[in-house]
């Protein structure tokens, strides 16, 4: 690698600020890993940088705005400079090109270099093999020096055991690099931060296949320590945090399967740090590490859960604690595990405060084909807790199940009733069958004396419930179009139900569909934001369709001209409206 090299990677302003950058002394942590290498460069924030020496040049990532669309930044110029500076910098093997006539040549160098490498390497080998024993002894270390894998293998060909050759300092320090930022990370950060984990954590992963598996387990232990640590510091919106640590217990699962950790110790390794944990890091630690565990690891993992379970204060009703939650898990994934569904019941029913509980071990008991069962927790709820749909629901279906369908229509009819829904009136309406007339005029009634939009007692305009708008929804459900446009009309509904009235109603009453489509424009064009106006401008190009069909156009695009009159300081609206191709 070169000056020039890097010069060649970066436009010419980046390069002269990854230059002063590097003058400046702001790169540190600067870690050499064969032909890569990772720092962490002060901007205006610290970033993080990683360079990689390829056939056809030198690329770089960093975590910066600039970086993040894939440019080669001032960071990574300052890095790649403070590399070049270090004892470890490569050697420059081959020019950079740039552009797509020299990419192209790189290209075929690549396929040349592929159908000679062979031939190379035979010339390597008869060359070294004439060498002198202390010039290669000399070779080798100064190549193991930067490549403790390698290291690490020719300790193990001198008699040092596997477990003690491995050198893990320079990834525990790639692993801290990598997910202790400093700083918070936000979300248009996130993503960056999680892939220079993920990379790290490759690379742990990698030392399992080589022969390797007690440092990848520690490493792996060690990197969802810093997770824990670094929760409160990222944003998690994308759920990068939870893969991060699914990676990392993935890779201690499989470095526990290629070795033989002693089993007491990995046992309570386990179970302290899920007790402990604010993550969930080895929640599902049984059945994962069963095999692995063995008897003897089950034995001491067991009396560990028991222990934490049983000192647990009573359960109140609404006690949703993190510990509990965790401890509660644990022991019902290991009675699970153990004795199947009555041994997980056993744990379920020592604490039932709600008609969740109940509703937990009907569900396994149904999965498990004992609806008469399920039946007597499911009785038994409805009748101890407050009235909970689910639990009827439930009941409803173990009812059909064992022959039982006029209760199960009760149950279902309750449910609508109490909270009349068009998924509610379909449940009814399917396990009814033939004897639905009875149960639909009942629930059109009620629904037809609900509050019209608007008045006092009426939902909020954008709930579910306003107007009439379930009524609407059971009549679309129906396809009764007609019936839900007059229940619209009548009392009310979300606006888009209208929509979906409109636009079923277009072809045979395009003059209802254009007064829908237009009064949603305007909804949307006082939001004042263009993706509002993309919406309007969609909605208006409907709207004069359906003047089309029906022989109103001139009318269509007058009021177009008047929209546009009336919103005339609205220039992105304007854009929008020209972009749907409306007048």
């Not at 080798?140 to 491995?166: C, I, M, Q, S």
């Not at 153990?338 to 009907?362: F, H, P, Q, W």
């Not at 009760?410 to 009733?417: I, K, R």
């Not at 969609?538 to 007058?558: F, I, M, T």
């Amino acid at each position: 690698m070169s000056e020039p090299m890097v010069s060649a990677a970066a436009d010419p302003g980046s390069f002269q600020r990854g230059r002063d950058y590097y003058l400046a002394g702001r790169v540190r942590e600067l870690t050499v890993d064969g032909v890569a290498v990772s720092a962490i460069v002060d901007g205006g924030r610290a970033y993080r940088v990683r360079l990689d020496l390829t056939p056809v040049g030198l690329e770089g990532r960093c975590n910066c705005p600039f970086g993040a669309e894939g440019f080669f930044c001032k960071h990574c110029v300052a890095a790649a400079l403070a590399w070049l500076d270090s004892a470890g910098a490569p050697v420059d093997a081959s020019p950079v090109s740039n552009g797509t006539a020299d990419r192209k040549q790189n290209a075929g160098r690549s396929k040349a270099g592929a159908k000679s490498r062979g031939g190379r390497d035979r010339r390597l080998r008869n060359f070294l093999l004439r060498q002198e024993g202390p010039w290669l002894v000399e070779e080798l270390l100064r190549a193991a020096g930067n490549d403790p894998l390698l290291r690490a293998r020719l300790e193990v060909a001198a008699g040092v055991d596997a477990g003690e050759a491995f050198d893990d300092a320079h990834l525990r320090s790639r692993l801290e690099q990598a997910i202790d930022a400093g700083y918070y990370v936000d979300y248009r950060e996130a993503g960056e931060y999680f892939w220079a984990v993920d990379e790290v954590l490759t690379e742990v992963a990698k030392l399992v296949g080589e022969g390797f598996p007690d440092a990848a387990r520690g490493l792996a232990a060690y990197a969802l320590e810093l997770l824990e640590a670094a929760a409160g510091m990222v944003d998690d919106s994308d759920g990068g945090l939870r893969l991060a640590i699914e990676r990392a217990e993935g890779i201690h699962l499989d470095a526990c399967s290629a070795s033989a950790p002693d089993p007491v110790t990995l046992a309570e390794f386990l179970a302290e740090r899920a007790l402990r944990s604010d993550c969930e890091v080895f929640l599902t630690a049984v059945p994962d590490y069963v095999a692995v565990l063995g008897p003897t690891g089950m034995a001491r993992y067991r009396e560990l859960v028991q222990d934490a379970w049983n000192s647990l204060p009573p359960k109140q009703a609404g006690d949703h604690g993190g510990h509990r939650f965790v401890v509660t898990y644990l022991m019902e994934r290991l009675a699970e595990c153990e004795g199947g569904t009555d041994a997980l019941i056993d744990v379920l029913s020592r604490d039932i405060t709600g008609a969740y509980d109940i509703l937990r071990i009907a569900e396994r008991l149904h999965e498990d084909g004992r609806d008469t069962e399920a039946l007597e927790w499911l009785d038994r709820g409805l009748s101890d807790f407050p009235p909970d749909p689910r639990l009827r629901a439930l009941a409803a279906e173990c009812r059909v199940n064992t022959g039982d369908r006029a209760t199960a229509q009760g149950l279902l009819w309750d449910n609508f009733a109490e909270r009349p829904s068009v998924d509610a009136y379909i449940a009814l309406r399917k396990v009814a069958g033939k004897r639905f007339a009875r149960w639909r005029d009942r629930a059109l009634s009620v629904l037809r004396a609900r509050p019209a939009a608007g008045q006092r007692d009426d939902h909020p305009p954008f709930s579910d419930g306003y107007g009439h708008s379930t009524l609407v929804e059971v009549l679309l459900w129906e396809r009764d179009v007609d019936s839900a446009w007059d229940a619209a009309v009548t009392g009310g509904c979300r606006i888009e139900l209208w929509l979906q009235l409109a636009r079923a109603r277009a072809e045979g009453h395009p003059g209802d569909a254009i007064q829908v489509f237009r009064a949603a424009a305007d909804l949307e064009i006082e939001k004042k934001d263009r993706r509002s106006y993309q919406e309007a401008a969609g909605l208006l190009v409907e709207a004069r369709a359906a003047a089309e069909r029906s022989g109103h156009v001139d009318e269509s695009d007058a009021h177009l001209r008047a929209l546009r009159t009336t919103h005339k300081a609205k220039r992105a609206l304007r854009e929008e409206l020209d972009r749907a191709g409306l007048p």
